[in-house]
């Protein structure tokens, strides 16, 4: 995109949300406990391994239940919710919404509105989480990239749901779920914990189901989530035009389920597919080819008119 196409652009966007008041202690209190807890139980998974190793059971535990909370940020959070690019009978939206929930990465509505937000102002004023909005000072791409991947989070911009989330305001079962958001953090952490107790009958494996299947699980998805919004916007190869420096990170499209093809994602928001080119894996893509044969999934948008795929959703 041009200098010139771009500076219209940025003249034609509406003006962001007033700013909202600063977070109150428990706020930052509750944001504390999401990004530190995981942390703490990775140091304790790591010290652990050190003496002890890992069994199989903690392992496959783990990656199913990354695999599924994943999905239900990537398939569900992100592709169906934030950006329609598919519908799903009830149940599934349901299922995904829930396990998105489980995450641990805030409320359905919140990460959609907030998500939304970062689309139409992506890399400019107005934008949640860009690393490029720290512009002067030493260490500037340093400070740029801690903001754009955690720093943000204790000081989020007022994304008001009546503004960027009125679909699912609409909705009753959304509104519900988004509301019980603390319930399903609870539930992310008593499914290991309960399923560590049934398998091995000790309150040792059930406490090292919760570090491994828990605590580690949950930290390595936040940061790779956190690392598609600061990494994908200061490196990465950018095969398509856009208005923002969105970049693809190959080597981590496995983990964020194909949410790091950003450039390809900002180029065409409104596609499925993440990975468009031939062999970029996309495992969100794959997972919906198969709720798309089974009936489950419908309306997926494969492809756009080439007109419109390089418009960000507004």
Not at 226 to 239: A, E, T
Request: proline share 5%; hydrophobic share 50%.
């Amino acid at each position: 995109m041009s200098a010139g196409a771009q500076a219209t652009l940025r003249r034609a966007l509406p003006a962001p949300d007033a700013a909202a008041p600063a977070p109150g202690w428990r706020d930052q209190l509750i944001t504390s406990l999401v990004v530190l807890a995981p942390l703490c139980a990775l140091a304790v998974a790591v010290d652990r391994f050190w003496h002890h190793g890992i069994g199989w059971f903690d392992v496959v535990l783990g990656v199913a239940l990354y695999a599924i909370t994943g999905l239900g940020l990537s398939l569900g959070y992100h592709r169906l919710f934030a950006h329609r690019s598919f519908r799903a009978r009830r149940w599934l939206r349901i299922a995904l919404a829930v396990a998105g929930g489980m995450a641990v990465e805030g409320s359905l509505i919140s990460w959609v509105s907030h998500h939304r937000r970062h689309h139409l102002y992506a890399d400019r004023a107005g934008d949640p989480h860009s690393p490029w909005l720290v512009e002067t000072g030493r260490f500037r791409r340093l400070r740029g990239l801690a903001h754009a991947h955690v720093g943000w989070l204790f000081a989020p911009p007022s994304s008001a749901a009546t503004r960027w989330s009125k679909d699912l305001l609409a909705d009753r079962d959304m509104v519900v779920i988004s509301n019980l958001a603390p319930l399903w953090i609870l539930v992310s952490l008593a499914l290991p914990f309960g399923i560590g107790l049934a398998v091995t009958r000790s309150l040792s494996g059930a406490a090292m189901a919760l570090v491994w299947a828990g605590g580690v699980r949950i930290a390595l998805l936040h940061h790779v989530t956190w690392g598609v919004n600061s990494l994908g916007h200061l490196f990465g190869k950018r095969p398509y035009a856009s208005s923002d420096r969105s970049g693809n990170i190959a080597w981590l499209s496995v983990l964020s389920f194909g949410d790091s093809w950003h450039n390809s994602h900002h180029a065409a928001p409104a596609l499925a597919r993440h990975g468009r080119d031939r062999h970029q894996l996309d495992p969100s893509a794959a997972m919906l080819r198969i709720f798309e044969s089974l009936g489950w999934a419908s309306h997926v948008r494969w492809s756009t008119p080439a007109a419109g795929a390089a418009q960000a959703l507004q």
